[in-house]
């Protein structure tokens, strides 16, 4: 069974530009999480989709950043324009209600580095 | 202060220790409690969960959870070099009927042979 899929695994950009990483999460998972991850405040969550609706965006930390989710296959956080302080490890992460409560499923994250 | 508060280490220990991973919380609200392990450039692994307090053991691991003290404890028996990672706590309590993680900062734990 393919995992939770996220892309690109690497991207560096330079301050100003548009952002996307994208998630494919696994197949019959109705809930879809964005964490983000850095040495300082480890992971946070910044936005949660169930059934394809975000139901919990409180995480997002400014107006550059956004999320959708068209389909229940697909996702994507968009980060316009990106700053040198955006730089962390983005984690998708997707998850089904009939599972354990708090089982997540993590992809292996995209490294952003913005300079 | 933060609702989760773990120490985030180095904790360096021989192979074949016993290690010990703790977190302390602030919200009553918690019930499901979870450690995941997370490997150098790849997502967390949920590795065990328990639910309310008490112990659960799976294998090498034992977790252990005091709702009274808002602490709960990973315990690592006969420590291997595989076992090198970071370690998140995170917890969980019903927000409007979806459970949500809140995640520790981690314990990275380094077992040397």
């Known amino acids: 069974d393919a995992g939770v899929i996220q892309s690109p695994r690497h991207e560096v950009t330079e301050m100003g530009q548009e952002v996307t990483l994208r998630c494919k999460p696994i197949?019959?998972?109705?809930?879809l999480f964005w964490y983000r991850q850095t040495m300082m405040r480890g992971l946070e969550l910044l936005i949660y989709?169930?059934?394809?609706?975000?139901?919990?965006d409180s995480g997002m930390p400014e107006d550059r950043f956004s999320a959708k989710m068209p389909n229940a296959s697909f996702s994507t956080l968009k980060i316009q324009p990106s700053e040198p302080r955006d730089s962390a490890v983005y984690f998708c992460?997707?998850?089904?209600?009939?599972?354990?409560?708090?089982?997540?499923?993590f992809g292996e994250g995209s490294r952003l580095t913005v300079l | 202060q933060k609702e989760v508060e773990q120490d985030p280490g180095p904790l360096s220990v021989p192979e074949g220790a016993i290690v010990s991973l703790n977190c302390t919380y602030s919200?009553?609200?918690?019930?499901?409690f979870m450690w995941y392990r997370q490997y150098s450039r790849k997502g967390p692994e949920l590795l065990m969960y328990?639910?309310?307090?008490g112990n659960k053991e799976d294998g090498r691991f034992t977790a252990q959870v005091d709702k009274s003290s808002k602490y709960i404890s990973l315990f690592i028996r006969d420590s291997q070099p595989s076992d090198s990672a970071t370690y998140l706590c995170?917890?969980?309590?019903?927000?409007?009927?979806?459970?949500?993680?809140?995640f520790g900062r981690g314990t990275s734990l380094i077992v040397h042979p």
């Open positions: 995170a917890m969980s309590g019903t927000t409007g009927g979806s459970y949500i993680p809140t």
């Open positions: 989709f169930n059934n394809n609706v975000p139901i919990d």
């Open positions: 992460a997707s998850s089904s209600q009939g599972m354990s409560a708090g089982e997540l499923f």
């Open positions: 919200n009553s609200a918690f019930q499901y």
């Open positions: 197949s019959g998972h109705n809930s």
């Open positions: 328990t639910y309310s307090s």
